[in-house]
């Protein structure tokens, strides 16, 4: 095994070690600033590099002057839908922090609002140290404090360029995410297709099974058939937009053609006294500002600090997960750092504004995606319908029926549950797959959270597997070619007389040293049992293949493809 009397005839001399510090530097400068953001700036001018810095930090510059007219026509049809579902989701929260991020956010199919999951942490972390109804006033204040405080933990991890972070969020795990956030929020609906009055805040599968069927005498058939022609009407409309492309604008059309539709039914058939729930008086005018409600003084600080970082961290998992989910149809890239600072100002500027905790809901950004939107520009055009609704319009709302709200929101989810990614991913990788269904049942039987936790686990326990446990196969010359590939893989390959070829699929590090030297080992004992039965030539040189096998291949549209 081997020759001992071989010499190198050219041997490589040490390099020098690098200084400690320019290590470090190098080190964190891969690390959190991977895309180099600073290259821009070099060789400009100071107005230029001023300007290239508000662009970097308020992507609406670079970007608001490639905008045209056909875009603001889809964008302003889905701003409108959107700002439909914003009036009983919570119009208040449903102006400022829209147009903050609109400015700085690099999604273009995110829709701000509120989030369940966020407003009942609020609630129920406040509640224990406040009682809203015997002391609403002090209750606000930590509400808003706590929001600030979301806020700029928020924008801090922006800052300090942690976005990376939301690289963890492999397509596996969002392609589970979105399906099992999608059939919670069509079982949420129940609620309004039903016309239920009470419903389970909880977003798990069996506690909302357990609200519809527990109030089966509560049904309401009128409410149920509404909203099933509704649905009908939403989902016929797509078919005939996919069946042909010339009528998209059916699809697009048909959210705000449902809710002015259901509006006229409702008023002129007086549905709502028959059991249709309709949105009902609205409290009108602008948002007051809060900024002298922040109490930073109080004796409750403490609790509005927790609330505050545990809600932004929440808000921000959901909020990305969501932004990349969408990107990844529209095949563009989310930047994590600048969501991070998107999410932190518009929650600073919430909560000056009287609004609390803002994100990015599965249920209105789906919405958004399904209206048709290109940019950002549809959370410009929603704020700008829901201030002029609070200014002029909150009697037309009057008689907008929620079962129509819960019928756009259902057809929206429906097909956003990419079931023939799932059979993909079985096909293509059992690993992947079982992280995909991790999120979903996670989601679905757990919540948004959980499932969000188990996936992103369940993907960090595989990085470190394929670290501390990494491949080693055999390799092969193929005939005819100077091209070596693995043995198991390609039966055709042959094996190099007297020498064994060794590919390990992964840099050596401290964690896998030993069960390196312990399978390599394993490996040479193997080959020269082999060679010794078979009475070949014996084991004269292995060598270590530690070069990576796979090609890729990156086009102008950021597509990656593995060879």
């Given at each position: ?124 972390m406040l509640g224990k140290e406040v009682n809203p ?358 039966p055709d390959a042959k094996s190099v007389p007297g ?65």
């Amino acid at each position: 095994m081997g020759n001992a009397d071989y010499e190198c005839p050219r041997r490589v001399s040490i390099p020098p070690s690098k200084p400690f510090f320019n290590s470090l530097k190098s080190g964190l400068k891969e690390t959190l600033f991977p895309d180099d953001p600073f290259r821009q700036f070099k060789n400009q001018s100071a107005s230029r590099k001023l300007l290239l810095g508000l662009q970097y930090f308020v992507p609406i510059l670079e970007w608001a002057p490639r905008y045209t007219f056909e875009f603001f026509k889809s964008d302003l049809l889905a701003g409108i839908t959107i700002a439909s579902l914003a009036v009983p989701q919570g119009i208040n929260s449903s102006f400022v922090p829209p147009l903050v991020y609109a400015m700085m956010g690099s999604s273009k199919d995110l829709a701000v609002g509120t989030v369940a999951v966020g407003s009942l942490l609020i609630s129920s972390m406040l509640g224990k140290e406040v009682n809203p109804n015997e002391n609403p006033k002090l209750y606000v204040q930590l509400a808003l404090t706590a929001t600030f405080f979301a806020g700029v933990f928020q924008a801090s991890l922006g800052f300090l360029r942690l976005g990376f972070v939301v690289d963890f969020l492999s397509h596996a795990t969002i392609v589970g995410f979105m399906g099992g956030a999608a059939t919670v929020v069509c079982l949420q609906q129940l609620k309004g297709i039903l016309g239920l009055v009470r419903f389970t805040h909880a977003t798990d599968l069996q506690s909302v099974m357990r609200s519809v069927f527990s109030q089966t005498s509560q049904w309401r058939w009128e409410s149920g058939v509404l909203g099933c022609c509704f649905l009908l009407f939403l989902l016929l409309t797509r078919y005939f937009s996919k069946k042909k492309a010339t009528f998209f604008w059916i699809n697009a059309m048909a959210p705000l053609t449902s809710v002015i539709l259901g509006s006229v039914l409702v008023y002129f058939t007086d549905a709502e006294r028959h059991g249709v729930q309709v949105i009902g008086q609205l409290k009108k005018g602008l948002n007051p500002p809060s900024l002298s409600e922040l109490d930073f003084g109080s004796p409750y600080l403490m609790t509005a600090v927790k609330t505050g970082v545990i809600i932004g961290v929440i808000a921000l998992a959901e909020g990305i997960a969501v932004g990349r989910s969408f990107a990844m149809f529209k095949n563009y890239h989310i930047d994590g750092n600048k969501e991070m600072v998107a999410f932190g100002m518009m929650n600073i500027a919430g909560s000056c504004t009287s609004c609390y905790l803002t994100a990015g809901p599965f249920s209105r950004s789906a919405v958004n995606f399904n209206a048709g939107c290109k940019t950002a520009v549809s959370n410009i055009v929603m704020a700008t319908a829901v201030m002029i609704t609070l200014l002029f319009l909150t009697p037309l709302f009057h008689y907008t029926p929620l079962v129509v709200l819960s019928s756009i929101i259902i057809a929206a989810m429906l097909g956003l549950i990419d079931y023939e990614a799932v059979i993909h991913l079985w096909k293509l990788d059992k690993f992947d797959f079982i992280v995909c269904m991790s999120a979903y049942v996670g989601v679905v039987f757990g919540s948004v959270e959980i499932g969000l936790v188990i996936a992103v686990t369940i993907s960090l326990l595989r990085v470190l597997l394929s670290v501390a446990r990494p491949r080693t196969f055999v390799l092969g010359n193929i005939p005819n070619s100077v091209t070596y590939r693995s043995i198991d893989q390609y039966p055709d390959a042959k094996s190099v007389p007297g020498v064994l070829i060794l590919h390990i699929d992964a840099p050596i590090y401290f964690a896998n040293a030993s069960y390196l030297r312990e399978r390599i080992s394993r490996w040479i004992y193997e080959e020269e049992e082999k060679l010794k039965i078979s009475g070949e030539t014996g084991l004269q040189y292995v060598i270590l293949d530690m070069s990576s096998k796979q090609l890729f291949l990156m086009n102008l549209k950021n597509e990656v493809k593995c060879f």
